[in-house]
């Protein structure tokens, strides 16, 4: 089943800008992950946000986590080509992760 | 480097074939994963295992869909008989602990003509 929803589901932008992608969930969670999913690829786990942190940083991406509207954010600043994936937020439960519908990011050159 | 590994990496057979796909997790998991990818229904969990428990398989077509784990080192996911809503990507994921990520596969493309 999928908890939760991406927004936007496709976002093109030009190289060097900045990307925000969008999460909502349902449920209270232990942690919320984003991954990234290259075509024809498996998936790529990029960062876990747990439910008591509101920001975390890995290199050029920023997640914010608001549980108590129950939604996440992942900001990809100075865009590359290279970032031209599908990006995924899932939400962890009870072993399992509950996934949103991903949001498919061009980066134009 | 670690990795979770699976074969075949393409399939493509015929209504009523029976399809094996393999899975080997990254060594020292204990938890297994099976997905299913389409374009219309998106990523969609079949089965996970625990210690090589089925913990979880209500994702998944009973009537022809079956997944095992012989082994700690092997996870098999089976469609007997295949039928051409079954074409998709399969995904194998393993991870370490309940709430930590998850390693994917590079998946199975299984194409059921």
């Known amino acids: 089943s999928q908890q939760g929803e991406e927004d936007p589901q496709a976002l093109s932008i030009q190289e060097g800008e900045n990307a925000t992608m969008n999460c909502s969930y349902k449920?209270?969670?232990?942690?919320l992950q984003w991954y990234r999913q290259n075509s024809g690829r498996g998936l790529v786990h990029l960062i876990l946000?747990?439910?008591n942190e509101r920001e975390k940083h890995s290199g050029r991406l920023r997640v914010t986590l608001d549980t108590s509207k129950k939604s996440s954010s992942l900001l990809i600043t100075a865009s590359r080509a290279a970032d031209t994936a599908s990006y995924f937020c899932?939400?962890?439960?009870?072993?399992?992760?509950?996934w949103g519908a991903g949001t498919k990011l061009i980066i134009k050159p | 480097d670690a990795r979770v590994t699976q074969t075949p990496r393409h399939k493509v057979t015929e209504m009523g074939q029976e399809v094996t796909m393999r899975c080997q997790p990254i060594?020292?998991?204990?938890?297994v994963f099976w997905y299913r990818q389409t374009m219309m229904q998106g990523l969609e969990l079949l089965a996970y295992?625990?210690?090589?428990?089925?913990?979880?398989d209500s994702g998944m077509p009973k009537d022809r869909f079956s997944a095992e784990m012989p082994d700690a080192t092997l996870a098999t996911l089976k469609i007997q008989p295949s039928e051409p809503r079954d074409s998709a990507v399969y995904f194998c994921?393993?991870?370490?602990?309940?709430?930590?990520?998850?390693?994917f596969g590079p998946g199975t493309r299984l194409t059921v003509l």
């Open positions: 899932a939400t962890a439960g009870n072993y399992q992760l509950i």
């Open positions: 449920t209270s969670i232990n942690n």
């Open positions: 946000i747990r439910s």
């Open positions: 060594l020292g998991h204990n938890t």
């Open positions: 295992f625990r210690n090589r428990a089925p913990l979880d």
């Open positions: 994921a393993s991870n370490a602990g309940q709430y930590n990520e998850q390693f």
